[in-house]
């Protein structure tokens, strides 16, 4: 499917310097077959060569594709950056930086009764299996 679209997507139908000749009822092109190295001569009538040119004009909504600007494979500027300028040209980067959420500090759990703070030492499902578990740190006084 690809090696059948690539040649819509990256070039026109047929370029200017293909076309051989054209009379009254043939137009005569050079083209050259795939697997092939060999360009050949092929004459159709003007309606057949104007059908088949129609079959290559891309629908409305699909663009070729370019091989130019921050899109070309030489470019130095990177899609992140590309963003960032959009945002800027746009004027969203004030806004960005303005709405940018801050996180406050996790507060650890305390206990009610003497204020200490708590550790997990064991998580279990809703069955009762523990998921996760950690000896508590238990002082041995021998």
């Known amino acids: 499917m690809l090696k059948y679209l690539a040649p819509y997507?990256?070039?026109v139908?047929?370029?200017?310097?293909?076309?051989?000749?054209?009379?009254?009822?043939?137009v005569t092109f050079r083209y050259t077959p795939s697997k092939s190295r060999q360009s050949k001569t092929r004459s159709?009538?003007?309606?057949?060569?104007v059908r088949g040119f129609a079959q290559h004009v891309l629908p409305s909504r699909l663009q070729k594709?370019?091989?130019y600007g921050w899109m070309s494979p030489n470019s130095r500027i990177g899609p992140e950056e590309v963003r960032w300028l959009v945002a800027i040209a746009l004027g969203w980067a004030f806004t960005l930086m303005l709405a940018r959420p801050t996180v406050p500090p996790r507060q650890r759990a305390r206990c009610k009764e003497c204020g200490g703070e708590l550790q997990t030492v064991l998580v279990a499902d809703?069955?009762?299996?523990a998921l996760y578990s950690r000896p508590p740190p238990y002082l041995d006084t021998g």
Request: no cysteine.
């Open 65 to 67: 594709i370019r091989y």
């Open 9 to 11: 997507v990256h070039r």
């Open 44 to 49: 159709v009538t003007g309606h057949e060569f």
């Open 13 to 26: 139908a047929i370029s200017d310097n293909r076309i051989v000749s054209v009379d009254e009822k043939t």
């Open 126 to 129: 809703s069955l009762g299996h």
